[in-house]
């Protein structure tokens, strides 16, 4: 609940009107919701910045999921061949001691 609460006190936030933020007792949830700060930021740029955003946020998604994907093979393939060289040597080992 600890780590909910700034996320949940920024988005009430942004829906207050300029006298609401300030106010004691604390106001939670805005008795009307305002969306001007969403249009104004909407219409000043913000479309490209939030288009900009989700291209990054794609392009990143799939690069950590072709790398997940290589690694969630690869680490078990090495691992599981590390395995079979070791206890083929454990059985070589002895044998070349020995001189046999």
Known sequence: ?????????????????????????????????????????????????????FIIAFISMCIALMLGTMGGYGLPALYYSRINVRSSEGMILPFSIDGK
């Open 1 to 53: 609940m600890m780590t909910l609460f700034p996320f949940f006190w920024m988005i009430s936030t942004s829906f207050k009107i300029k006298g609401e933020f300030f106010t004691r007792p604390p106001i939670f949830i805005p008795d009307r919701f305002n969306f001007d700060a969403y249009r104004a930021a909407l219409r000043s740029g913000g479309q490209k910045a939030l288009i900009d955003s």
